[in-house]
């Protein structure tokens, strides 16, 4: 594995360690999946992810140790009931195998949040204001672990303000993610609370990106529309429509600033979390992307997945998780499909989203020529390259141990 940044994994522990003695009411909460694995081939695992498509399906199929820690305190209370509070998380990244690079190695230590929060504001109809870094109204597809509507930034915002039956937020920021180059400023809008049906519920974003001053480029803008059905045979479904323009076409985080409006681009998503019974639950999920380049580079992506879990006991589980990414691209269809069979010890029971969760997977992907040739060219040494664990063979499989877990 690759060393992290020394001084900065220091200062994060430190602050995560030394935080909680000062705090009188600190609320800690965090996030742990970390293991190992080899594949079939010998050495490290190598994890499947086709090129152009912006998930992979992440059971058994993660090559990376990550942790996050967060405290979170409340330093004021106020006659009128609103909370003056702070917050902050320490990120450790830590990549193994065949994995894309970030930065000069393959890991980091940050804070990635640090904000501070007046919340419960009466002037707001009870919302909040914001300032600092923060992981904001972020929007994801479990298994795969795809961030498709993300407003997480740096930058300040009014969260969640009450008029009448509905709830209006807005964010001005700078940065939204750590590699983010240049800075942009994006001002991001949202209305929620509108009731389609019983219990049913729509959510509406605007999200508009200013031309960086001084450079050969481009305003943008994005929307998105999101349906979330409760009490859908026994879970929730999600349904969400995004078009964007620009720099927008990164639907929902910011995008390349030297795009112009001719570069479109629209997703459509559709997830259903299940837990039909006790010890039976999982999640499907479906996503379709079009981009449209007026150089005639242009690129469809289509995703579909299941992970079905069934509890044998109120510990014991058997997971199991098919994926099929296709990007149709210049050069031909790329095509990738992964399975992974995982027996689990979840000693907090059966539940599809109990944790912590240990355990033992075996993996198995294939793939086409042209998702190969695209893989040699744009991401060398990967899963799926002719230069990676199983050099010019269409197939691969891994296998390993994990442990998951998150707490509040």
């Known amino acids: 594995m690759t060393k992290i940044n020394n ?118 109809g009870g919302g909040s204001f914001w300032a600092g870094r923060r ?26 303000v009450a008029i009448g039956d509905l709830k209006y937020s807005y964010v001005f920021s700078r940065k939204d993610n750590l590699f983010q180059d240049p800075y942009i400023n994006r001002h991001d809008f949202n209305v929620d609370g509108f009731q389609t049906n019983p219990g049913g519920t729509l959510q509406l974003g ?6 960086p001053e001084g450079r050969d480029a481009h305003d943008g803008w994005s929307v998105t529309a ?3 059905q409760k009490d859908f045979f026994g879970g929730v ?11 927008g076409t990164a639907l929902g ?18 997830f259903y979390n299940w837990q039909m019974t006790p010890r039976f639950g999982g999640q499907v999920a479906l996503v379709y992307q079009k ?25 014991f589980k058997l997971i199991t998780e098919v994926g099929r990414d296709q990007v149709e691209a210049p050069g031909g269809t790329r095509k990738l499909t992964k399975f992974t069979i995982a027996p689990t010890w979840s000693p907090a029971g059966p ?16 793939w086409n020529a042209a998702a190969q040739r695209a893989a040699s060219l744009l991401a060398a040494g990967t899963a799926l390259s002719d230069t990676g664990a199983f050099g010019s063979a269409l197939h691969g499989s891994n296998f390993g141990v994990q442990v998951e877990y998150w707490w509040k």
């Not at 997480?152 to 969640?160: E, L, M, P, Y």
């Not at 605007?206 to 031309?211: A, D, P």
């Not at 910011?254 to 559709?270: K, M």
């Not at 005639?296 to 997945?305: A, D, R, T």
Request: hydrophobic share 30%; net charge negative.
């Open 135 to 160: 992981f904001y109204k972020r929007n994801d597809i479990y298994i795969s672990d795809f961030f498709y509507w993300n407003q997480s930034a740096t930058g300040f915002g009014f969260d969640d």
């Open 7 to 124: 001084n900065k994994a220091l200062v994060a522990i430190y602050l995560a360690a030394a935080l909680p003695l000062s705090a009188q009411a600190a609320d800690f909460s965090g996030y742990l999946r970390s293991g190992g694995g080899g594949s079939s081939n010998g050495g490290t695992q190598s994890c499947f992810q086709l090129p152009g498509a912006q998930s992979k399906y992440r059971l058994g199929n993660e090559c990376e140790q990550y942790i996050e820690l967060e405290l979170r305190q409340d330093l004021l209370k106020l006659d009128d009931g609103s909370v003056v509070s702070v917050d902050g998380m320490a990120q450790l990244y830590n990549g193994y195998g065949h994995t894309p690079k970030f930065t000069g190695d393959y890991g980091f230590a940050r804070m990635n949040q640090m904000y501070a929060e007046w919340s419960k504001m009466p002037a707001l």
């Open 237 to 247: 479904n999600t349904f969400a429509l995004q078009y964007g323009r620009g720099p």
């Open 206 to 211: 605007v999200s508009y990106l200013e031309k």
């Open 291 to 315: 981009d449209i380049r007026p150089d005639g580079e242009n690129q469809n992506w289509l995703s579909v997945g299941v992970r079905p879990v069934y509890a044998f006991t109120d510990q």
């Open 351 to 366: 539940g599809f989203s109990q944790r912590p969760e240990l355990r033992l997977y075996y993996t198995y992907a294939e």
């Open 253 to 270: 985080y910011t995008g390349d600033p030297t795009l112009d409006q001719s570069n479109e681009s629209w997703r459509a998503v559709e």
């Open 226 to 228: 999101q349906h979330k």
